[in-house]
């Protein structure tokens, strides 16, 4: 796929840390697939694991941890 944002680069499949913040709830998942552009290092992530990274998340704020570090695990 084409970069949408730099509109040079191809995506290849990769890892990234994603990070997320909410209130006063920092989430970071390490490790998580995804589609990243060769170019400019811009991260497109699939409908399956934005749930994932999503639901983690939820997770961290309701248990109301300030800092949480995770690998991501599918």
Same mark, same amino acid.
């Given at each position: 796929m084409n970069c949408v944002v730099c509109k040079h680069g191809e995506t290849r499949p990769g890892q990234v840390t994603v990070t997320l913040q909410r209130g006063d709830t920092? =989430? !970071?998942l390490k490790q998580v697939p995804a589609? =990243?552009?060769e170019n400019c290092g811009e991260y497109y992530? /699939?409908?399956t694991v934005t749930?994932?990274?999503?639901s983690k998340a939820e997770a961290a704020v309701? /248990?109301?941890?300030?800092v949480? !570090?995770?690998?991501?695990?599918a």
């Open positions: 920092t =989430v !970071i589609e =990243v552009c992530l /699939s409908d749930g994932q990274v999503m309701k /248990s109301g941890a300030e949480e !570090i995770l690998r991501f695990a």
